[in-house]
């Protein structure tokens, strides 16, 4: 593929590479078919096989969660995705009328708030993507191929391509290209191989485990269907949900803060009874396991900072865990990267109109610290309320917990300030909507 990129007609552009298959690099080939006349998906892994976790996807083993802005997106980029994937089994709720949610040492009021879930497994959502992924014509994976390197200009202000490695065969290539995206997740080399490794990421350890196990039940009267315990640091550092999946399985995912992760499955059942309710265990008790308990470690929460444009070439993004890595247990990771391809495609929508690749691609860059800054804070603002996470709170940490804690108290008991915090959860409206004059008096009378 070393061959020269052959010329496109006005407003697209030639050949694009995105480096991972996983859910961000799908969404990002989906939004680059729009632009370019070819895209090339390098991929590691194996070709899945059905709705399977992915061997190089340990994250897939766990419950995972589709916040209604990354189902509308989804539905944009796929129109009668959501439809098809109810059809094919997965779960509809509705956020507040179906949660039973124990937060900030209360229980949540329930009340149907129109806020549409669709829950599936993370595998059964992958697998409808990718098979719509596939139908593009000029959209290509290759799998068992891994980048070893980026291939840049002379003067190394430009990436040209990457430099590709069959797993299978160990023959290298040098595939060229217009546009390199980097969807490798929080473990991708390319700012190593691109020399910008150094001071570009901001990390605050937040030593993560979770840990996930399946069921079935026949206690059909439980009187919930989602049941979700929140963390409260410092003093209470675990985590659970249970979250109804395709063909009749319940999820249950563990987490906890600064602690060793289970063992065994007796470890796993102390935990949930640890929990300040008792309605997991419970849970536990009554339903029968269907798999092997799996632990997942996030180490930190991660993102790159904003200087890491003046250090990159150009012809060069990311997208998903690779730029941003979020707490996984705020549910936030594959929302948030359908969010910045649809970013990427109104950016690249400029070609139409005659700008440059290079235009939309700093403009691309721009604009990922304000979306991804919401959800990054909503996580780190409870997180820093335990003094053993290290990390230089941010100027107004402090103040911050102290709103925050007046919303989810306010939340427990008034449905409007509950409804508000679920449209913030599900990056429908932005944080700063809570400063609204209706709201604020309720949060302190």
């Known amino acids: 593929m070393m061959d020269q990129i052959a010329s496109t007609p006005p407003g697209r552009a030639g050949r694009a590479i995105v480096i991972g298959g996983s859910i961000a690099g799908l969404l990002a080939a989906r939004v680059l078919a729009d632009f370019f006349?070819?895209?090339?998906?390098?991929?590691?892994?194996?070709?899945?096989?059905?709705?399977?976790?992915?061997?190089?996807?340990?994250?897939?083993?766990?419950?995972?969660?589709?916040?209604?802005?990354?189902?509308?997106?989804?539905?944009?980029?796929?129109?009668?995705?959501?439809?098809?994937?109810?059809r094919n089994g997965s779960i509809v709720t509705d956020f507040t009328r179906d949660l039973e949610w124990f937060h900030f040492g209360e229980w949540k009021q329930r009340f149907p708030s129109g806020i549409q879930g669709v829950q599936q497994t993370r595998p059964f959502l992958e697998q409808h993507i990718r098979g719509r992924v596939a139908l593009i014509p000029q959209?290509?994976?290759?799998?068992?191929?891994?980048?070893?390197?980026?291939?840049?200009?002379?003067?190394?202000?430009?990436?040209?391509?990457?430099?590709?490695?069959?797993?299978?065969?160990?023959?290298?290539?040098?595939?060229?290209?217009?546009?390199?995206?980097?969807?490798?997740?929080?473990?991708?080399?390319?700012?190593?191989?691109?020399?910008?490794?150094?001071?570009?990421?901001?990390?605050v350890p937040i030593e993560l485990f979770y840990a996930t196990r399946y069921y079935t039940t026949d206690w059909v009267d439980r009187g919930?269907?989602?049941?979700?315990?929140?963390?409260?640091?410092?003093?209470?550092?675990?985590?659970?949900?249970?979250l109804p999946f395709e063909n009749q399985i319940i999820g249950v995912t563990l987490g906890g803060y600064l602690r060793e992760p289970p063992r065994t499955e007796a470890d796993f059942e102390q935990i949930a009874r640890m929990l300040p309710q008792p309605h997991i265990y419970d849970f536990i008790q009554r339903a029968t396991p269907v798999s092997e308990m799996k632990i997942y470690r996030i180490p930190s929460q991660s993102r790159k900072r904003k200087n890491v444009l003046s250090k990159i070439p150009a012809r060069f993004i990311m997208i998903g865990d690779s730029y941003c890595r979020f707490d996984p247990l705020y549910g936030q990771g594959m929302s948030v990267a359908a969010m910045e391809a649809e970013l990427l495609g109104a950016e690249l929508g400029r070609l139409s109109i005659g700008d440059s690749i290079?235009?939309?691609?700093?403009?691309?860059?721009?604009?990922?610290?304000?979306?991804?800054?919401?959800?990054?804070?909503?996580?780190?603002?409870?997180?820093y309320r335990h003094p053993g996470i290290k990390g230089t709170r941010p100027i107004g940490t402090g103040v911050k917990q102290w709103f925050t804690r007046r919303i989810y108290k306010a939340s427990a008991h008034d449905p409007s300030v509950y409804l508000r915090l679920v449209q913030v959860m599900n990056l429908k409206r932005p944080s700063s909507s809570f400063f609204q004059p209706s709201l604020l008096w309720k949060l302190f009378r």
Do not use: C
């Open 358 to 383: 290079d235009a939309a691609i700093r403009s691309y860059w721009a604009q990922l610290p304000k979306l991804t800054q919401d959800p990054w804070d909503m996580a780190l603002i409870e997180a």
């Open 224 to 242: 919930w269907t989602n049941l979700m315990i929140s963390a409260r640091l410092p003093e209470s550092p675990y985590a659970g949900v249970v």
């Open 37 to 86: 006349e070819e895209i090339v998906i390098v991929e590691a892994d194996e070709p899945p096989e059905g709705a399977q976790p992915r061997n190089k996807v340990p994250q897939g083993h766990h419950s995972h969660v589709l916040l209604e802005r990354g189902q509308n997106i989804l539905e944009s980029m796929f129109p009668g995705m959501i439809q098809e994937l109810i």
């Open 139 to 203: 959209v290509s994976v290759q799998y068992r191929s891994r980048v070893t390197g980026m291939i840049l200009s002379d003067d190394r202000s430009r990436v040209q391509g990457v430099k590709v490695r069959s797993e299978s065969s160990q023959h290298e290539e040098e595939i060229l290209a217009d546009l390199v995206v980097d969807a490798g997740g929080a473990g991708s080399h390319t700012l190593k191989w691109l020399g910008a490794e150094q001071d570009t990421s901001e990390v």
